[in-house]
């Protein structure tokens, strides 16, 4: 069975930094492309990064988000990672990460075939 755990979400001010992590585990994972997303009350879920599963450099990015954030994978730990930085507000969101059987990563949220719960990322002004 196929499972997704996010971890790492919190409080931090405006400006400070988080990083996410998403544990896999039922899957190999260095075949699945993962990818990050998130929602925020009252607004539809969107896309914040990707990674196919070849490397680190195989990356996408929601263009609110580059580069301030860092989508990385740790194949050997099975582990996704979202390294965020200088961080507004408006990233206030339950961050998700997903997986995708088909190896390349992808914005859109349908193609994605299994998903974490979540973790409430939230940052004050």
């Known amino acids: 069975q196929v499972q997704l755990v996010e971890s790492g979400g919190g409080l931090v001010q405006a400006g400070g930094s988080l990083r996410l992590s998403c544990a896999a585990s039922?899957?190999?994972?260095?075949?699945?492309?993962m990818g990050w997303f998130r929602q925020a009350p009252g607004k539809e879920r969107e896309f914040v990064a990707a990674?196919?599963?070849?490397?680190?450099?195989?990356?996408s990015y929601a263009d609110s988000v580059k580069g301030r954030f860092t989508i990385s994978r740790d194949n050997a730990k099975n582990t996704v990672y979202l390294q965020m930085n200088s961080l507004k507000p408006e990233d206030t969101a339950v961050y998700s990460c997903?997986?995708?059987?088909?190896?390349?990563?992808?914005?859109?949220?349908?193609?994605?075939?299994?998903w974490g719960q979540g973790t409430q990322v939230t940052v004050s002004s």
């Open positions: 990674i196919s599963r070849w490397s680190n450099t195989a990356t």
């Open positions: 997903a997986e995708r059987r088909n190896g390349v990563g992808s914005h859109l949220g349908y193609e994605y075939d299994y």
């Open positions: 039922g899957l190999t994972f260095s075949l699945y492309a």
